[in-house]
């Protein structure tokens, strides 16, 4: 029992990881319909850049929470900058292209943005400090769930009740769901759908940065590759959740988590990944449009 | 159709043949991934082989002429490396020195066995390349992997007195085949008992699931067959989890990046290499000119690369020709002295006077293990 | 004026944003810090100049939008018509024969490469381009073409031409494998499961080692013969160089036949729209199955050709970003435009070869192409140019084209 309850805690952590990157994809394909690639690549920005502002400060003799802080400020500036800048490029300019075009973009704004960094830094990995200090309360259950894993888990939770609340209460979230569902009926209701856009890219991009501190800084190493495969794995669990939906992006993230750290501990990691896919291929049998996905019913 | 192929093949040769006579240096074939991201492995090599090469142009070259390089980027894919090896063959190489990745010398080498060319890698540790007898024109200048699961599962067992094992692997060629003839071993000895084998997915975001695994096996000892990056998110896992098991793993994470990242939890963690040989007078003339040269320690299998070249170039030397049998013939026989050691090489392959030893993290430092 | 002041701005917008990862690099094992400066000037001056072609370009595709449209382009002509099609297909083959006969044999493998992806590219513009279902697995198909001749001929001793047909009906069969249980999806759960089956494929050979060899990959796969005779490893690129050139016509022939038939028009419809497609009695099951089962068909005969060719696979060639190069291909070329895939296979595959000389750079400027090409020609280097029936009255009923 020991052990079911440690998997369930090792899925959870991992399910709240990939929420985090989720959460973001989710978000620009719900208003734009486009598999953001180059979104594990902000993942991986947002992290290189706190990693190279917690060095400064850390020479320059701060320490503890401030170190945190600050680094985390600045990562999600920079992610919504870059976020803001590749929709500006490799996006916008492709509003009325076939449905295709954007994906190439982003696919090869994807391998842009790893060599960039890959030059620009280095190619080995890099140690990350652990940023988030171990609190003194967890200090009898650090060896089963650490400080770094419960900050995780309750970052996760509440972006996804502080991004549910903004789409469904505010006047911006009416605003993107209106883009959302019909651009031009939104843009001649008098919503400036080239700013929504805008923004949904740098809030996506700014949980991205969230998400890539928190995680380098449980995992311990970065280089730029890290986004890829993360990248990957958040958009089938956005996909398993039902894609555009804010709570399906972090139930789709939980359940790919658990589905991986059980498949591991009960039957073998050889084969986690393969478990995870055929999860998703079951799923999307039986409800081809995702978890919390509605089925739309087509209208002609 | 088939004229024409008879005409192209003949004009092929023929223009392989002009290039041959009219060779008046020697060229040595380099290949190996100069970019991409697995480029660190094999630019040291190509600086190796320019040092060694320097040293003996300036000597007076070998059979009275000078040698030239020819280097070659195959970026470790065996799709580009058949690329490599077939453009070294029609540039005229007399012999080679790579590739670097195993997966990569597997697909090179039929082009190169077809030519009559001699094949030396410092670095493709895979057994298949000697022992399976399918690649007669391979040599190389660093022991085979199962020499090293070998030690790992020996010390393992006989010095850390472990009688549980769990033996991981990161699923890809080199850490695969390390695990399995570490488990071959393991299985052999009857104080010991293999308690898991398992793939762990590389650049997968954590290892919590694998590490509460072993825990719950109740191994006393993981050997891990794989690279640095895999092996510090495992051992960091472990140590947060405030498990003692003990960690020994092979040459991928004998590396300064696996201390530099794992920083205070890479301590006490075994790792095999080859041999320690900083005090060979030929090692520390090699390292010298590296750092002379290029203001910089070099980087991995850059001994064994230089090794290498020097081998070779004593061969044909000692032949006193360029063809595939003497230089074979006198590989096998004459003693060489090289960074790595005094060498020869047996009927396969394999290098005579060369092996591995274990390390322990102590104090951020690998220190080997008598 | 106002062109500078805005130049002047996104100058200073490109340095603030490369700021910490361009000019600051830290090292955090020795706690030193280097200062980039000088790369800081030249992002400022880069970005002022990029700026002002970014927008000389964007006017020219503004104001060029309308006038292609109306113009018969170059290619149409070359294509369509019969006086020029026939000499420039006769210039091409000529110069294709010949081609190995000038080079050297690295140049001929390189080109053995292109002509893969050619392949690989039209066989994915059948499933992409004309039916519009987005795979991005596809790469599975070739692994499964590749490893059936590996391992046939491994332990059967089975010979290149018996596994060619072998390869490519397995590729159809796990297209079908694949197609049912995706019948239902759309769009983008589409792509994410075919995503997933090219994982889980790759996955299952690099784990069951029992069955594949695992990570290891199999060696020493024998070359084809030519009529029963073995022939050496260099007679033998050459003769598969021929034998490319030979499957290139063949698939150029048949998928030009394909996007004329009925099943062709049927996935056009499919595309455009399912249910206007139902509704007009198209079997939309039968539909989408051959789609997937015929683009799978190509991956796994040209992935029998690339085992012999290599002489040894293993896992690590079929990867995910195997399958985005694949899909670029089809997507840059145009979708559904034939000589727009071959014409995208030659360029990118032979662009990083001949980048070589930037070598680091080679990947940077790779995915900047990708995205500017993209953002300036979004429907790809070809248009595909959908056929249309003009009707110009009874005397000109022959030139309907």
Same mark, same amino acid.
């Given at each position: 029992?020991?052990?079911?309850?440690?998997?369930?805690?090792?899925?959870?952590?991992?399910?709240?990881?990939?929420?985090?990157?989720?959460?973001?994809?989710?978000?620009?394909?719900?208003?734009?319909?486009?598999?953001n690639?180059?979104?594990?690549?902000?993942?991986?920005?947002?992290?290189?850049?706190?990693?190279?502002?917690?060095?400064?400060?850390?020479?320059?003799?701060?320490?503890?929470?401030?170190?945190?802080?600050?680094?985390?400020?600045?990562?999600?500036?920079?992610?919504?900058?870059?976020?803001?800048?590749?929709?500006?490029?490799?996006?916008?300019?492709?509003?009325?292209?076939?449905?295709?075009?954007p994906?190439?973009?982003?696919?090869?704004?994807?391998?842009f943005?790893?060599?960039?960094?890959?030059?620009?830094?280095?190619?080995?990995?890099?140690?990350?400090?652990?940023?988030?200090?171990?609190?003194?309360?967890?200090?009898?259950?650090?060896?089963?769930?650490?400080s770094?894993?419960?900050?995780?888990?309750?970052?996760?939770?509440?972006?996804?009740?502080?991004l549910?609340?903004?789409?469904?209460?505010?006047?911006?979230?009416?605003?993107?769901?209106?883009?959302?569902?019909?651009?031009?009926?939104?843009?001649?209701?008098?919503?400036n759908?080239?700013?929504?856009?805008?923004?949904?890219?740098?809030?996506?991009?700014?949980?991205?940065?969230?998400?890539?501190?928190?995680?380098a800084?449980?995992?311990?190493?970065i280089?730029?590759?890290?986004?890829?495969?993360a990248?990957?794995?958040?958009?089938?669990?956005?996909?398993?959740?039902?894609?555009?939906?804010?709570?399906?992006?972090?139930?789709?993230?939980?359940?790919?988590?658990?589905?991986?750290?059980?498949?591991?501990?009960?039957?073998?990691?050889?084969?986690?990944?393969?478990?995870?896919?055929?999860?998703?291929?079951?799923?999307l049998?039986?409800?081809?449009a995702?978890i919390?996905?509605?089925?739309?019913?087509?209208?002609? | 159709?088939?004229?024409?192929?008879?005409?192209?093949?003949?004009?092929?040769?023929?223009?392989?043949?002009?290039?041959?006579?009219?060779?008046?240096?020697?060229?040595?074939?380099?290949?190996?991934?100069?970019?991409?991201?697995?480029? &660190?492995?094999?630019?040291?090599?190509?600086?190796?082989?320019?040092?060694?090469?320097?040293?003996?142009?300036?000597?007076?070259?070998?059979?009275g002429?000078q040698?030239?390089?020819?280097?070659?980027?195959?970026?470790?894919?065996?799709?580009?490396?058949?690329?490599?090896?077939?453009?070294?063959?029609?540039?005229?190489?007399?012999?080679?020195?790579g590739?670097?990745?195993?997966?990569?010398?597997?697909?090179?080498l039929?082009?190169?066995?077809?030519?009559?060319?001699?094949?030396?890698?410092? &670095?493709?540790?895979?057994?298949?390349?000697?022992?399976? $007898?399918?690649?007669?024109?391979?040599?190389?200048?660093?022991?085979?992997?199962?020499?090293?699961?070998?030690? $790992?599962a020996?010390?393992?067992?006989?010095?850390?007195?472990?009688?549980?094992?769990?033996?991981?692997?990161?699923?890809g060629?080199? $850490?695969? $085949?390390?695990?399995?003839?570490?488990?071959?071993?393991?299985?052999?000895?009857?104080?010991a008992?293999?308690?898991?084998?398992?793939?762990?997915?590389?650049?997968?975001v954590?290892?919590?699931?694998?590490?509460?695994?072993?825990?719950?096996?109740?191994?006393?000892?993981?050997?891990y067959?794989?690279?640095?990056?895999?092996?510090?998110?495992?051992?960091?896992?472990?140590?947060?989890k405030?498990?003692?098991?003990?960690?020994?793993?092979?040459?991928?994470?004998?590396?300064?990046?696996?201390?530099?990242?794992?920083?205070?939890?890479?301590?006490?963690?075994?790792?095999?290499?080859?041999?320690?040989?900083?005090?060979?007078?030929?090692?520390?003339?090699?390292?010298?000119?590296?750092?002379?040269?290029?203001?910089?320690?070099?980087?991995?299998?850059?001994?064994?690369?230089?090794?290498?070249?020097?081998?070779?170039?004593?061969?044909?030397?000692?032949?006193?020709?360029?063809?595939?049998?003497?230089?074979?013939?006198?590989?096998?026989?004459?003693?060489?002295?090289?960074?790595v050691?005094?060498?020869?090489?047996?009927?396969?392959?394999?290098?005579?006077?060369?092996?591995?030893?274990?390390?322990?993290?102590?104090?951020?430092?690998?220190?080997?293990?008598? | 004026?106002?062109?500078?002041?805005?130049?002047?701005?996104?100058?200073?917008?490109?340095?603030?944003?490369?700021?910490?990862?361009?000019?600051?690099?830290?090292?955090?094992?020795?706690?030193?810090v280097?200062?980039?400066?000088?790369?800081?000037?030249?992002?400022?001056?880069?970005?002022?100049?990029?700026?002002?072609?970014?927008?000389?370009?964007? #006017?020219?595709?503004?104001?060029?939008?309308?006038?292609?449209?109306?113009?018969?382009?170059?290619?149409?002509?070359?294509?369509?018509?019969?006086?020029?099609?026939?000499p420039?297909?006769?210039?091409?083959?000529?110069? #294709?024969?010949?081609?190995p006969?000038?080079?050297?044999?690295?140049?001929?493998?390189?080109?053995i490469?292109?002509?893969?992806?050619?392949?690989?590219?039209?066989?994915?513009?059948?499933?992409?381009?004309?039916a519009?279902?987005?795979?991005?697995?596809?790469?599975?198909?070739?692994?499964?073409?590749?490893?059936?001749?590996?391992?046939?001929?491994?332990?059967?001793?089975?010979?290149?031409?018996?596994?060619?047909?072998?390869?490519?009906?397995?590729?159809?069969?796990?297209?079908?494998?694949l197609?049912?249980?995706?019948?239902?999806?759309?769009?983008?759960?589409?792509?994410?499961?075919?995503?997933?089956?090219?994982?889980i494929?790759?996955?299952?050979?690099?784990?069951?080692?029992?069955?594949?060899?695992?990570?290891?990959?199999?060696?020493?796969?024998?070359?084809?013969?030519?009529?029963?005779?073995?022939?050496?490893?260099?007679?033998?690129?050459?003769?598969?160089?021929?034998?490319?050139?030979?499957?290139?016509?063949?698939?150029?022939?048949?998928?030009?036949?394909?996007?004329?038939?009925?099943?062709?028009?049927s996935?056009?419809?499919?595309?455009?729209?399912?249910?206007?497609c139902?509704?007009?009695?198209?079997?939309?099951?039968?539909?989408?199955?051959?789609?997937?089962?015929?683009?799978?068909?190509?991956?796994?005969?040209?992935?029998?050709?690339?085992?012999?060719k290599?002489?040894?696979?293993?896992? #690590?060639?079929?990867?995910?970003?195997?399958?985005?190069?694949?899909?670029?291909?089809?997507?840059?070329?145009?979708?559904?435009?034939?000589?727009?895939?071959?014409?995208? #296979?030659?360029?990118?595959?032979?662009?990083?070869?001949?980048?070589?000389?930037?070598?680091?750079?080679?990947?940077?400027?790779?995915?900047?192409?990708?995205?500017?090409?993209?953002?300036?020609?979004?429907?790809?280097?070809?248009?595909?140019?959908?056929?249309?029936?003009?009707?110009?009255?009874?005397?000109?009923?022959?030139?309907?084209?």
């Open positions: 029992m020991e052990y079911f309850f440690e998997l369930f805690l090792g899925g959870l952590t991992r399910g709240s990881i990939y929420a985090l990157i989720a959460l973001g994809y989710t978000m620009v394909y719900g208003i734009i319909e486009l598999i690639f180059a979104h594990g690549e902000i993942y991986m920005i947002g992290a290189f850049t706190a990693l190279i502002v917690a060095s400064l400060l850390t020479m320059a003799g701060m320490d503890g929470m401030a170190v945190l802080a600050l680094s985390m400020v600045v990562a999600i500036i920079y992610a919504g900058a870059y976020g803001l800048t590749i929709e500006k490029i490799a996006y916008k300019p492709l509003r009325q292209a076939p449905r295709l075009s994906l190439i973009s982003a696919i090869g704004m994807s391998i943005l790893q060599n960039y960094v890959l030059l620009a830094q280095t190619s080995d990995f890099l140690p990350f400090p652990s940023l988030v200090p171990e609190f003194s309360f967890m200090e009898p259950y650090e060896h089963i769930f650490s770094s894993e419960l900050m995780i888990v309750v970052v996760t939770a509440v972006s996804m009740l502080v549910t609340y903004l789409i469904k209460f505010t006047k911006m979230g009416k605003a993107m769901r209106a883009s959302a569902q019909d651009r031009t009926m939104a843009m001649l209701a008098g919503i759908v080239n700013r929504i856009i805008s923004t949904t890219f740098i809030i996506g991009s700014t949980l991205a940065a969230v998400g890539g501190v928190l995680i800084s449980h995992i311990g190493q280089n730029f590759y890290i986004g890829f495969i990248g990957i794995k958040a958009f089938t669990a956005a996909v398993l959740g039902g894609i555009g939906s804010i709570p399906g992006a972090v139930l789709g993230s939980l359940v790919l988590g658990w589905t991986e750290s059980f498949a591991t501990g009960y039957v073998s990691s050889d084969y986690e990944d393969v478990f995870a896919f055929t999860l998703l291929v079951l799923i049998i039986f409800r081809p995702g919390l996905g509605k089925t739309k019913t087509q209208k002609v | 159709m088939k004229k024409l192929m008879t005409i192209s093949i003949a004009a092929l040769a023929l223009s392989l043949a002009g290039s041959a006579l009219a060779a008046d240096t020697i060229k040595l074939g380099v290949a190996g991934p100069h970019s991409g991201d697995l480029a &660190s492995y094999g630019i040291p090599t190509v600086r190796a082989a320019e040092l060694a090469v320097a040293d003996i142009n300036a000597a007076g070259g070998v059979l002429k040698v030239e390089l020819l280097v070659e980027d195959d970026v470790c894919k065996p799709e580009i490396a058949t690329n490599t090896a077939s453009k070294l063959v029609s540039d005229g190489a007399v012999v080679v020195l590739h670097i990745c195993s997966g990569a010398t597997k697909a090179a039929g082009i190169y066995n077809d030519a009559k060319i001699i094949v030396m890698s410092p &670095s493709a540790t895979n057994p298949a390349l000697t022992q399976s $007898g399918d690649y007669p024109n391979f040599y190389r200048t660093i022991a085979s992997d199962d020499l090293q699961a070998k030690l $790992g020996e010390f393992a067992v006989n010095t850390l007195g472990a009688k549980k094992i769990a033996v991981i692997h990161d699923k060629d080199y $850490g695969k $085949g390390y695990a399995e003839f570490a488990k071959a071993f393991l299985e052999k000895m009857d104080n008992e293999v308690v898991l084998f398992e793939g762990v997915t590389p650049g997968a954590d290892y919590s699931a694998i590490v509460q695994k072993i825990k719950h096996s109740g191994a006393d000892a993981v050997i067959g794989g690279y640095h990056p895999e092996a510090s998110k495992i051992v960091t896992q472990m140590k947060k405030k498990m003692d098991t003990y960690f020994v793993s092979d040459d991928g994470v004998k590396d300064e990046t696996f201390i530099k990242v794992a920083g205070e939890f890479a301590e006490g963690v075994y790792a095999s290499g080859p041999m320690d040989v900083s005090n060979l007078p030929l090692f520390q003339k090699a390292l010298k000119e590296h750092k002379d040269k290029f203001g910089e320690d070099p980087g991995a299998f850059f001994k064994e690369g230089y090794a290498a070249t020097v081998a070779l170039m004593n061969a044909i030397e000692k032949a006193g020709s360029t063809e595939y049998a003497a230089i074979e013939a006198k590989l096998r026989s004459e003693y060489v002295d090289t960074p050691g005094k060498i020869s090489f047996d009927e396969k392959g394999d290098a005579i006077g060369v092996g591995f030893s274990m390390y322990k993290v102590i104090d951020g430092k690998y220190v080997e293990q008598k | 004026m106002k062109n500078l002041k805005q130049s002047i701005l996104i100058s200073l917008w490109f340095i603030f944003l490369t700021f910490p990862l361009m000019v600051i690099r830290v090292n955090t094992v020795e706690q030193e280097e200062w980039r400066w000088i790369n800081m000037a030249f992002i400022g001056v880069g970005a002022f100049i990029c700026s002002y072609i970014w927008r000389y370009l964007m #006017a020219r595709k503004e104001k060029g939008g309308n006038e292609e449209e109306s113009k018969t382009s170059w290619h149409q002509t070359l294509t369509m018509d019969k006086r020029y099609a026939i420039a297909a006769a210039l091409i083959l000529t110069l #294709a024969i010949i081609f006969n000038i080079v050297s044999e690295y140049r001929i493998n390189t080109m490469s292109a002509l893969i992806y050619v392949v690989l590219g039209l066989g994915l513009n059948i499933v992409v381009g004309l519009g279902l987005l795979d991005l697995g596809y790469v599975a198909f070739y692994a499964v073409g590749a490893y059936s001749y590996a391992l046939l001929n491994h332990h059967f001793g089975l010979s290149f031409w018996a596994c060619l047909p072998l390869g490519a009906l397995l590729g159809a069969f796990f297209g079908i494998l197609g049912i249980p995706v019948l239902r999806l759309r769009g983008d759960y589409l792509a994410i499961v075919t995503l997933g089956f090219g994982e494929i790759r996955l299952i050979l690099e784990n069951w080692n029992e069955f594949s060899f695992g990570p290891s990959g199999i060696a020493n796969i024998s070359n084809p013969t030519f009529f029963g005779q073995e022939i050496s490893r260099s007679s033998g690129i050459l003769f598969i160089y021929y034998l490319m050139i030979a499957l290139v016509i063949f698939t150029i022939f048949v998928v030009n036949r394909l996007q004329n038939s009925r099943l062709g028009r996935w056009v419809a499919l595309r455009e729209d399912e249910i206007a139902q509704a007009m009695g198209i079997d939309r099951m039968k539909t989408k199955l051959a789609a997937f089962a015929l683009g799978a068909t190509w991956a796994g005969m040209v992935g029998v050709i690339f085992a012999a290599t002489s040894f696979i293993n896992p #690590a060639s079929f990867t995910f970003l195997e399958s985005a190069i694949i899909l670029s291909i089809v997507v840059l070329g145009g979708m559904g435009s034939i000589l727009g895939v071959i014409l995208a #296979a030659f360029v990118l595959i032979l662009l990083p070869e001949e980048l070589r000389a930037f070598s680091e750079y080679r990947m940077l400027i790779f995915g900047a192409s990708m995205v500017l090409m993209m953002v300036f020609r979004p429907q790809g280097i070809i248009a595909n140019v959908r056929r249309s029936y003009e009707y110009h009255g009874l005397d000109g009923a022959e030139e309907a084209k």
